[in-house]
Every structure is written in structure tokens, then in C-alpha cells.
């Protein structure tokens, strides 16, 4: 099992910044994935941003430029900065950790944190 715990939503005004922090713990592998994911309402969830413990990054298009993803592997923490925002990145923000091993796929889910950008 492995624990997730975000923090860092919020409400911002448009044009402003907010920084997400997820820490992991639990039964944490070498190798695995943390990311965010975003869910708006009436929306499906979808990628914000991953990071491999390889240091492999993916962004989703609608957010290239503006956040940036990093990760303390020593810590297990994964944090989201989110620069320039706009009303439509209003959603809940997710966090991640997915991890193969032994041809079994771990996949856990934070309690999710709420962004809402005003314009």
C-alpha cells in the first residue's frame, strides 16, 4: 500500500501561481511514476504532468509552459508549480504513484486538492 497526502490548492486570480506538494509513503519502489492529474467538473480526469524516477517528464499540451513538475526521490515527494493560471485550469488536482513490478501494476490515488482559478 502506499499513502499519498497533497496539499497546496486553493482559490487565485488569473495570472497567478500556486504550488502543489504530494509526499508518498508506505511500500514505495525504486522504480515508479508520480504525477497529477486534474478533474473539472462534468470533465474526465486527465495527465497534468509525470515524472519517471528516471527523471522522464510529460506535460499535458494545455499546460506546456506554465507548470513545471519536480520530484525529491529521497523523499518521496512530488510537487506541481503552476504558474500563469487561467479559469479553465480550475479542477481537482490529483496525485499519482503507479509502479510495474513482477507484471503487477500499482496505482494509487491522493484525496485530491481543489484549484480554482477566478478571472
Known amino acids: 500500500q502506499v499513502q499519498l497526502v497533497e496539499s497546496g490548492g486553493g482559490l487565485v486570480q488569473a495570472g497567478g501561481s500556486l504550488r502543489l506538494s504530494c509526499a508518498a509513503s508506505?511500500?514505495?519502489?525504486?522504480?515508479?511514476?508520480m504525477g497529477w492529474y486534474r478533474q473539472a467538473p462534468g470533465k474526465q480526469r486527465e495527465l497534468v504532468a509525470a515524472?519517471?524516477?528516471?527523471?522522464?517528464?510529460n506535460y499535458a499540451d494545455s499546460v506546456k509552459g506554465r507548470f513545471t513538475i519536480s520530484r525529491d526521490i529521497a523523499k518521496n515527494t512530488v510537487s506541481l508549480q503552476m504558474n500563469s493560471l487561467k479559469p479553465e485550469d480550475t479542477a481537482v488536482y490529483y496525485c499519482?504513484?503507479?509502479?510495474?513490478?513482477?507484471?503487477?501494476?500499482?496505482?494509487?490515488w491522493g484525496q485530491g486538492t481543489q484549484v480554482t482559478v477566478s478571472s
Open positions: 499519482n504513484y503507479n509502479a510495474l513490478r513482477a507484471n503487477r501494476e500499482y496505482n494509487y
Open positions: 508506505g511500500s514505495i519502489f525504486s522504480i515508479n511514476t
Open positions: 515524472d519517471t524516477s528516471g527523471g522522464i517528464t
